[in-house]
């Protein structure tokens, strides 16, 4: 069954159902109603349920001082703050083979960064908001969050997939209320980026991905030696 991440946000009032290959997000919209995330399976669908966030501002205020906990506890280890860029993670990846994957759901988890440094300092590196409250960048965020908590997301996100990491070329502001939100998965338009063999140990195992996601088509899996 699919992972849950709880650690973001457990104050979300939203239902999440998630089939095999495509979801929904449902909402049970009783305001200021507060219930623990809940659990479990009905009719092979995975359930998650949060509680309401009543104000959209509230919200972006919350995801805000995760970013900057994120951000600080980055500084002090000597990383960088800000989400990683495929451009600077893997420069020749423009001369590599693309092979387009078409729509597929992917796990949150692995959504690590962006394709280029684009608007790379509006978000901390676990895909928090940085900018100011009061923003139009804020205003957008939480425009966005009001909706997903209506309707759920309604158009996928475009990725490029890179050692079966996940770099946002469109919808980034989607993934930061997701990964608020607590959802395991999302959908989207995956182009993969084949490197070239290396021999290495990490670049074997990719190679091994491969080969198993050519037979199974799942991708929340991944092997951790050869």
Same mark, same amino acid.
């Given at each position: 069954?699919?992972?849950?991440?709880?650690?973001?946000?457990?104050?979300?009032?939203?239902?999440? @159902? #998630?089939?095999?290959?495509?979801?929904?997000?449902?909402?049970?919209? &009783?305001?200021?109603? &507060?219930? $623990?995330? &809940?659990?479990?399976?009905?009719?092979?669908?995975?359930?998650?349920?949060?509680?309401? *966030?009543? $104000?959209?501002?509230?919200?972006?205020?919350?995801?805000?001082? +995760?970013?900057?906990?994120?951000?600080?506890?980055?500084?002090?280890?000597?990383? @960088?703050?800000? +989400?990683?860029?495929?451009?600077?993670?893997?420069?020749?990846? #423009?001369?590599?083979?693309?092979?387009?994957?078409?729509?597929?759901?992917?796990?949150?988890?692995?959504?690590?960064?962006?394709?280029?440094?684009?608007?790379?300092?509006?978000?901390?590196?676990?895909?928090?908001?940085?900018?100011?409250?009061?923003?139009?960048? $804020?205003?957008?965020?939480?425009?966005?969050?009001? $909706?997903?908590?209506?309707?759920?997301?309604?158009?996928?996100?475009?990725? #490029?997939?890179?050692?079966?990491?996940?770099?946002?070329?469109?919808?980034?502001? &989607?993934?930061?209320? #997701?990964?608020?939100?607590?959802?395991?998965?999302? *959908?989207?338009?995956?182009?993969?980026?084949?490197?070239?063999? @290396?021999?290495?140990?990490?670049?074997?195992?990719?190679?091994?991905? +491969?080969?198993?996601?050519?037979?199974?088509?799942?991708?929340?899996?991944?092997?951790?030696?050869?």
């Amino acid at each position: 069954s699919a992972a849950m991440d709880n650690s973001q946000n457990p104050n979300i009032s939203v239902i999440e @159902t #998630l089939p095999a290959r495509r979801y929904s997000i449902g909402v049970n919209r &009783r305001k200021n109603e &507060r219930t $623990s995330i &809940r659990e479990g399976c009905r009719g092979g669908e995975f359930i998650m349920a949060y509680s309401y *966030e009543a $104000s959209n501002d509230a919200a972006y205020i919350k995801a805000k001082k +995760l970013g900057s906990k994120a951000y600080h506890a980055a500084v002090q280890r000597h990383e @960088t703050p800000y +989400l990683p860029v495929l451009d600077e993670v893997a420069p020749d990846n #423009l001369s590599y083979p693309h092979v387009n994957l078409g729509l597929v759901t992917i796990p949150m988890d692995r959504v690590v960064g962006t394709g280029t440094r684009g608007r790379t300092n509006a978000f901390a590196c676990n895909f928090m908001p940085m900018l100011e409250e009061g923003s139009e960048f $804020s205003g957008k965020w939480s425009h966005l969050y009001a $909706s997903v908590v209506e309707n759920g997301v309604r158009e996928p996100i475009n990725v #490029l997939e890179y050692m079966n990491k996940y770099y946002v070329v469109e919808g980034n502001k &989607r993934v930061s209320v #997701l990964k608020y939100l607590g959802s395991p998965m999302m *959908e989207a338009e995956v182009t993969r980026i084949i490197p070239p063999r @290396t021999g290495e140990k990490e670049n074997n195992i990719y190679f091994e991905f +491969l080969d198993f996601y050519k037979d199974t088509q799942i991708n929340y899996i991944w092997f951790s030696d050869e």
